[in-house]
């Protein structure tokens, strides 16, 4: 009760504090000529400060399992491990929307107290943009999904928590995501302050370029932790599906590249400013759009929250007042954006990277269009589809073929001109090499399409030609070829797992084998124990390989107890060259078992090569390379 209390109250005076600071900040922008007091730092510490105090307390209550609390009689339950207990916190639409809250107060007092360098009245803009966001939010949690809400009497037990939630990866999922969502309202509001003063130039963009970085890196670690998660506590066996929430993961990510590699241009030669406004204000905006479609209920995922119309109402109104406010400002103040209008030639970094930003925005608009789509024709025509794989294979991987050779080719152009026609002799006779080595793999495996031929040779001319780069360039721009570097081999790896993948599927009980190609799948026996807050079946098989050795899988099929849920785990042999995955469902009043078998080449290096990525992204914010 006292920690309910607590954590109310917190809130609704951060609730108050969102004014106080709004209006203070109001009145220091007609005062230009004091200096910034204390006293505004101070309230935009203690609005992090309550909303921490909010949040602690809700910890408090979900460890003491207090399920007077109508948010922690949902989502746990005594028999519950204290991780999950714990984690239970963010597993759910109230309590995530108090972390998400967190981060944003939090991430509003490290900009004002690391922005000094700024002008005051830049500052002032964008507490003040910050301050509506954060207003937004507050409010939509007190007045919808406020976390503090009792039930009398008090249940003796909860409700428990998604059993497919109740894994590591997915515990430390969403903070990580969401620090790479929430960091994009500085960007947006810093992008709109830097807007009404006529400051979006070179200094900004070196400024914000942190920024931008942080946001980035969270979020691609992010979406590598679900993918994973995804792979083999779903029992997909694949790392990606398209999932609609996989792609409002997806969409930001999407506009935060273009964004960097704008910003990388603005602060070297001060082109592409209008570009690079349009973008911060995009990559937020897909952030809230992805917050409004997995809280509204509208989409059907197992990622999503909630279903409530009334708090999909809300987030969509807000929603259209920040697409709104932008609009008006950007259109108000587009006249300050002076830039020269001096042009750079087909053939140079720049033009380079605003092609590779327009297939980005295509491949972006793609992925908007395959997830919203069905909501739109169902709300029309009451008529239901599934938009999949095939839809964005089939629009995405042909423009997926210059895309990676204009990344190939960008890194060895010069600013605004490069006139060296060698090099580019060079550079096409490398691709021409690259296309008859993709031929010849495929023709060995027999599977030679052109489609696939021409990705796989524009992605083995990224791959050899960013190699090429460290060992020509060593650690000058060393950043860009560890990340260019990972994303290569992250589509030589998609590829090559799409091409050499095998699956079979087959109902079996106890005693029964069956042949896969040159393996041999026998059921040996079942085994049954007990977990935490779990009943386990435990399929205990013997794979053969063409090799005639023996190796043991152990799948399992848990039975949870509140909820009263059963959940497949997925047993996978991993190497570095390929994954052997197996998988079980109960059929047949579980005489029988549904056995789906899985070889996936190279899945680890997926995994490794995303890795790579945002190690290239935490190289560039340590040296701050240019």
Known sequence: ??????????????????????????FRLKNLNELIKIDLKKLIFFQFFFILVSFICLLILFINSEFSNITVYYNSHTTKPFFYKVSGLWGNHEGSLLLWLLIL??????????????????????????QIIIFGF??????????????????????????????PLLAIHPPILYLGYVSTSIIFSSALSSLVMGNVNSKWASHIKNWILCSWIFLTGGILLGSIWAYYELGWGGFWFWDPVENISLMPWISLTALLHCILVLEKRSSLGSWSI?????????????????????????????????????????????????????FFYEDKLNFSNKSFGLITKESHILINNWFLMYFLSVILIGTIYPIFLEVISNQ????????????????????????????????????????????????????????????????????????????????????????????KNFSQTVSHLGFSLLILSIILNAIFSKEIIANLKVGEGLSFENNQIIFKKIETSSGPN?????????????????????????????????????????????DRFLVINPVKDKTYFNVRYQEKPLMVWIWISTILIIIGGCINFLRNEK
Not at 138 to 163: D, H, R, V
Not at 445 to 474: E, H, M, P, Q, S
Request: net charge positive.
């Open 138 to 167: 507050t409010a939509f949690l007190i007045f919808t999904s406020n976390p503090f809400n009792e039930i009398f009497p008090s249940p003796k037990e909860g409700l428990g928590l998604n059993p497919i939630l109740q894994d």
């Open 1 to 26: 009760m006292t920690f309910n209390f607590i954590g109310n109250y917190s809130v609704i005076i951060s609730l108050f504090l969102s004014f106080a600071i709004f209006f203070r900040t109001i």
């Open 384 to 475: 239901r589809i599934s938009v999949g794989p095939p839809f964005f294979n089939k629009l995405i991987i042909p423009f997926l073929i210059p895309f990676l050779i204009f990344m190939s080719l960008g890194p060895n152009l010069g600013w605004l001109s490069s006139k060296k026609i060698e090099k580019k002799i060079i550079l096409l006779t490398f691709f021409i090499i690259n296309l008859f080595l993709s031929f010849f793999i495929l023709k060995i495996i027999g599977k030679v399409k052109l489609l696939t031929l021409l990705l796989l040779a524009a992605n083995f001319y990224l791959f050899f030609t960013t190699v090429k780069d460290f060992l020509k360039k060593g650690y």
């Open 278 to 330: 349009i973008l911060c204000i995009s990559t937020f905006t897909l952030s809230v759009c992805g917050t409004f479609l997995v809280r509204s209920g509208i989409l059907n995922s197992v990622h999503t929250f909630a279903n409530d119309p009334e708090r999909g109402l809300y987030i969509l109104i807000f929603l259209f007042f920040i697409i709104f406010l932008s609009l008006i400002l950007y």
């Open 534 to 578: 779990f009943e386990k079946i435990v399929g205990v098989f013997i794979i053969k390989d063409k090799k005639k050795i023996d190796t043991k899988f152990m799948p399992e099929v848990r039975i949870y107890n509140q909820p009263e849920v059963i959940t497949s785990e997925a047993f996978i042999k991993t190497s570095i060259f390929k």
């Open 105 to 130: 107060t939090l991430i509003n007092f490290l900009y004002f107290s690391k922005s000094y360098n700024r002008s005051t009245k830049e500052r002032l803009l964008t507490v003040i943009f910050q």
